[in-house]
């Protein structure tokens, strides 16, 4: 077996574990509200990597050598704001897309008002599964580390983070955009949960400061590449891979990396600053082949790792 094929099935297999970690904070879906229920759960087993709980794992266990408890309710934290930003973007008002992931999108299947409500649920469940991770402790100095990582997941979520990029990726939507302004959207819509995953991990491992200044540095160049990956893929990747139809940006009029700089020298970015990214991991104490292999498979076409 290659050592492609390796790392394939060892991806594939910590993607189930995080899958059944997640899937023990979702609802269940009873009571008079319980459309909202499925809903959220419909939109949280769409599919995908999960690669942001995957990120916020690796770098814990590249500090500690293991996952520490606190640690799991963060990771489906992260992936429950994350797919309430994919439910958002889908609606009418904002991409207007009715897939995902191969599947109708949420507001498709239960309409554009219970989509609205999803996106805004699943966002607040995260906060309240993320605050379960102050019951895995007593010590002080571990009660410290989740009330910091309490403060990073709101911060990278919201109008300095996520919501801020896509708040201005709202307002410049159908013209073009320059391309300073498109590095802030990237840099806050997809890398702030990016950076927020892997300084979370870090954190909560008990990281020294200056770890953590690497840690955010390079998980921003890791978001970058993310987004510029995912450009193309809108361009090459078939819909069996993005789980939406070919060419959504075009048919979009979104302005992106593919668009501003062209589709080789997007390839070309994507493995410069994944090198830039695997230069600042070195930099870090410990070691984890894992997390270095899954930086490393951005720039592999071939593995086409759906991003979102």
Not at 111 to 122: H, K, P
Not at 239 to 247: A, E, L, N
Request: charged share 25%; aromatic share 6%.
């Amino acid at each position: 077996m290659s050592d492609k094929e390796t790392f394939k099935q060892e991806l594939d297999a910590r993607t189930a574990e995080i899958e059944q970690l997640i899937g023990t904070y979702l609802p269940e879906e009873t009571g008079h509200q319980k459309t909202i229920f499925e809903a959220m759960n419909y939109s949280m087993k769409a599919g995908g990597k999960r690669l942001r709980p995957m990120l916020m794992q690796e770098m814990c266990r590249l500090f500690t050598g293991t996952l520490l408890e606190a640690v799991i309710p963060f990771m489906a934290a992260v992936e429950m704001i994350h797919t309430s930003s994919l439910v958002h973007d889908d609606l009418p008002c904002m991409d207007d897309d009715m897939m995902r992931r191969g599947k109708a999108s949420t507001w498709a299947e239960y309409g554009e008002d219970i989509g609205v409500l999803t996106g805004d649920a699943l966002m607040m469940y995260a906060f309240e599964t993320a605050a379960n991770a102050f019951e895995t402790s007593i010590d002080p100095d571990e009660l410290s580390r989740i009330g910091r990582a309490m403060g990073i997941l709101a911060r990278k979520t919201g109008v300095y983070g996520m919501i801020g990029g896509q708040t201005v990726d709202v307002e410049l939507a159908g013209g073009p955009i320059p391309g300073d302004k498109l590095e802030f959207i990237y840099r806050l819509k997809t890398g702030a949960l990016i950076e927020a995953s892997m300084l979370i991990g870090a954190v909560l491992g008990g990281a020294a400061e200056e770890d953590c200044k690497i840690v955010e540095s390079l998980a921003a160049k890791i978001g970058m590449a993310f987004q510029i990956q995912d450009d193309i893929l809108d361009v090459t990747g078939s819909q069996d891979v993005t789980g939406k139809p070919s060419g959504s940006d075009e048919k979009n009029k979104k302005t992106t990396y593919v668009t501003l700089e062209g589709l080789e020298k997007a390839k070309k970015d994507v493995e410069q600053i994944s090198t830039e990214a695997i230069e600042e991991l070195n930099k870090l104490p410990g070691n984890n082949d894992f997390l270095e292999q899954l930086i490393r498979a951005l720039v592999e076409v071939r593995l086409e790792i759906p991003l979102l």
